[in-house]
DNA sequence: ACAATCCCGTTATACTATAACAGGACGGAG
DNA sequence: CTCCGTCCTGTTATAGTATAACGGGATTGT
């Protein structure tokens, strides 16, 4: 029910380049079944998110793409982000102003994540039954639901475990 | 368990000055009891942001502030802002960069939004369910919490209803 | 080929937030 | 009371995030 993404350790455990690819695809699959253009800023903005291993900035990616050529004003970017962010493609982190490949475009769902304040890592986990409450939760209000964002910081556990050992060295030195 | 908030409709429910007025009495005790200092610029803030309808702007508080003769370059707000969130008496709303003095300040609790599109209107809820959920889920990934953001958003039970009457009258006429 | 639409280039600007340093107010120790 | 340290504020400058507006070029369907 939950997955692990973008994390570094995980180059070690998975090929980062299928990942890539295999949200390319799907990218495509589904602008074509949607009669929506996958052109080359976007593609290349998707695949510049993917690759990065942590949210990535808009100006982040603006400069990534700038140096490939691309056009290097802020539009060319924001429109690109704005695309994607409508097909589902990739997801605005709020609480970091970064944007994050998504993990389930082919399905549908709702992008939850855990952010670690320490190393800025993401992990997104899709979380079913928080979903229905959610829904049920906002109906009863009358509300129609539409987006949701579900941001939780803290510590991952690797700066966890990390902050700990240095604080246990700390205290063995005084 | 839900409480609605901050919405115009209320003004003729409720006495939203004794709200401003109980939030600060709040503010205060809160103060006291840990040492801080509910300065004037603090404190005006924390009534400037109680007595909006709806979630404040950093920069739209700051405009009103200056008008009262308060300093009135950004990090005057941002101080102000920064002091009030770590002491849990305001929460910031993500995903529109604003700010919302928080109904439950004298309690434990996250604060949870459900945000409507069309009038920016803001209800806050306090799920206790959902909130023992994502602690339990994030415990089980080793991951330490420290703050969640939930958001919702969609269209409130009024602006719904608007929509649809409008809708209705549209195809009336055609 | 034509029109309609969508996409992109470009310039300018709005909006949000913080860095850095100096001075003043406040509270507690002596 | 007064000195000291700390916390708060004033001020200037700048970083970072996002959109408005307009014109031109590409693409698609007819």
Avoid at 103 to 120: N, P, Q, S, T, V
Avoid at 152 to 158: K, V
Wanted: charged share 30%; hydrophobic share 35%.
């Amino acid at each position: 029910m939950s997955e692990k993404h973008n994390h570094p350790k995980d180059e070690e455990h998975h090929d980062h380049d299928h990942c890539v690819e295999s949200a390319l695809q799907t990218a495509e699959a589904l602008c074509l079944e949607q009669g929506q253009r996958l052109t080359k800023v976007r593609r290349r903005a998707l695949e510049l998110i993917w690759e990065s291993h942590r949210p990535l900035g808009a100006y982040q990616l603006l400069a990534k793409l700038a140096e490939e050529g691309f056009n290097s004003a802020p539009p060319t970017v924001y429109r690109a982000l704005d695309f994607l962010l409508g097909a589902g493609l990739i997801h605005k982190v709020e609480s970091m102003n970064a944007y994050l490949g998504c993990a389930h475009a082919d399905r549908a769902h709702k992008g939850y994540f855990l952010i670690c304040d320490e190393c800025h890592n993401v992990m997104e986990f899709d979380y079913q039954d928080i979903h229905a409450s959610l829904i049920d939760k906002a109906k009863k209000q009358g509300f129609e639901l539409r987006a949701e964002t579900i941001e939780l910081t803290g510590l991952c556990a690797t700066c966890k475990s990390a902050g700990e050992a240095a604080k246990k060295a700390a205290k063995d030195k005084s």
